[in-house]
């Protein structure tokens, strides 16, 4: 008797990357430009597991620490004294390839994140400023038309996201602008940055 062995070959689905997660959380970016760091955002399913790194990606200017023996006793909501300041500006660190205006897949996972945090009672009053910038490579004029492009393509990406489009204003300051601390042609400049309108 004879037997038949069939092998088959076993092919594996080529494996995707997971997208891009948000440096910053909804929760953290309304606790930045509001003070408001109750950590209730529209969607408060979507709060930071404690321990988290990516819940403390921000910096947090003026927040006063809680000595270790009190920590246990402290309540839940922060006081107004031990919360930080509000912030005009927050550089979510949207950034772009050289001479592009099209949106990195982390580009969007930011601005997804920051169009969450604008569905927050705490912000919801709030309006921004879209201030996209350039590296001060090239010509003043194609990087003033660039930055704007930047500024208009986070505009549409929120707006697509779902924010109020009577809440955002882009406006474009070519390399006029670098980060404080860096080179005027430094490749971080190429970035949008989002700012509180008085």
Do not use: W
């Amino acid at each position: 008797m004879r037997m038949l062995m069939l092998v088959g070959l076993v092919t594996a689905a080529p494996v995707q990357a997971a997208p891009p997660t948000a440096r910053n959380s909804p929760d953290a970016i309304v606790c930045q430009l509001s003070g408001s760091c109750d950590g209730s955002t529209a969607d408060s399913s979507r709060k930071q597991a404690v321990g988290d790194e990516k819940a403390f990606s921000l910096a947090r200017p003026g927040a006063v620490k809680v000595p270790t023996a009190t920590r246990a006793s402290a309540p839940a909501r922060r006081s107004a004294a031990a919360r930080p300041a509000a912030r005009n500006s927050l550089d979510m660190q949207i950034n772009f390839a050289t001479g592009s205006s099209e949106l990195t897949e982390q580009a969007k996972a930011e601005a997804r994140a920051f169009a969450e945090a604008m569905k927050a009672p705490a912000l919801a009053a709030m309006r921004f400023s879209v201030d996209g910038h350039t590296d001060a490579v090239g010509n003043r004029d194609y990087n003033l038309d660039l930055s704007k492009r930047r500024a208009q393509a986070v505009t549409d990406y929120l707006i697509a996201q779902g924010a109020d489009p009577g809440r955002l204003e882009p406006q474009g300051y070519g390399f006029d602008k670098p980060r404080p601390g860096t080179a005027a042609t430094a490749s971080v400049n190429r970035r949008v940055e989002f700012s509180k309108q008085r």
